[in-house]
């Protein structure tokens, strides 16, 4: 009997910050969406969240001594969200983005990237409140959004393996050989920066293409509906060409003309 309404009771508990990671996930998945749709460089790569494991609750309760009626309070990372960059320059930029946002209230930030940590940690924390909507009001939870590049968080991820393993005990030439590692993440990152401009028009110039190609493809099956087979056979033909040549601007033109073929026959449909 006490277990089920235990389990009750880590649900009621869990449930808003479940909520709270689901819908930021969804929240900071549409920016990288609306920056690729718009054909930009997103400074956010990839995105997870997660609700603290009971466990790891129980745990950090025990060593901070938290009572159950206080942890909405103390613990401060039951909702975590992990936002993964490409280079160290977007973590700054996905900072800005989130103090400007109006659902999101920043209440306490640390910089673990000028400042790191002994073990060689690299990350950006901010701690905000969120509101969520229940059956019972609004909600007002903390959340914890870390924000690193995509090498501190392989650095990260492998290192919290080795602490979970060897539990606060880690043997001082692993500890040496981490320090090591993520010396060479810095210079990883740095060297990555350097090119940064480079790899972003490439990457640009492949979201532009994508898009396009998308954009024609759509359009060519539309005029299948309005258009005679053999016009349509040949758009395609011409189409497939001008894809061989390579050529953006080729593609670019290509489009747009194919925009006043496809305009054409809708004022054609409309009289
Ligand atoms: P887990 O298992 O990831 O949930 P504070 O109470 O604010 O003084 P706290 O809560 O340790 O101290 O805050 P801090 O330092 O900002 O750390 C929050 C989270 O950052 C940690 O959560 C880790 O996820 C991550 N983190 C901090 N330091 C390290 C580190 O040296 N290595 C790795 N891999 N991650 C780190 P938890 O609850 O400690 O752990």
Not at 15 to 31: G, S, T
Not at 190 to 214: C, H, P, W, Y
Not at 232 to 260: A, C, G, H, P, W
């Amino acid at each position: 009997m006490t277990i089920i309404m235990e389990i009750q009771l880590w649900r009621e508990i869990l449930d808003p910050y479940r909520l709270a990671v689901e819908e930021l996930v969804v929240k900071f998945n549409h920016i990288i969406e609306e920056y690729r749709n718009a054909g930009l460089y997103s400074p956010i790569e990839q995105v997870t969240g997660r609700v603290k494991k009971i466990s790891s609750i129980l745990d950090k309760m025990q060593k901070k001594n938290i009572a159950i009626e206080e942890i909405d309070d103390r613990i401060s990372d039951m909702a975590g969200i992990r936002i993964m960059c490409q280079f160290v320059e977007d973590i700054e930029k996905v900072v800005e983005i989130i103090h400007n946002r109006t659902d999101m209230e920043v209440i306490k930030e640390k910089d673990y990237i000028n400042h790191m940590k002994e073990s060689g940690y690299r990350s950006y924390h901010m701690i905000i409140y969120y509101d969520v909507y229940t059956l019972d009001g609004t909600k007002r939870i903390q959340a914890e959004i870390q924000i690193r590049t995509l090498a501190m968080n392989f650095w990260a991820t492998i290192e919290h393996s080795l602490q979970y393993k060897y539990k606060g005990n880690m043997p001082k030439h692993i500890k040496e050989k981490l320090l090591k590692a993520s010396d060479a993440i810095i210079t990883l990152d740095e060297e990555m920066g350097s090119v940064r401009d480079e790899i972003m028009d490439a990457q640009n110039i492949f979201q532009i293409k994508a898009t396009l190609v998308s954009d024609i493809l759509i359009n060519i099956q539309n005029l299948f509906k309005v258009a005679s087979k053999r016009e349509v056979l040949k758009i395609q033909d011409e189409f497939y060409k001008v894809y061989k040549t390579e050529n953006l601007e080729q593609l670019e033109r290509f489009s747009k003309q194919l925009d006043i073929i496809s305009e054409g026959y809708k004022a054609q449909s409309l009289n």
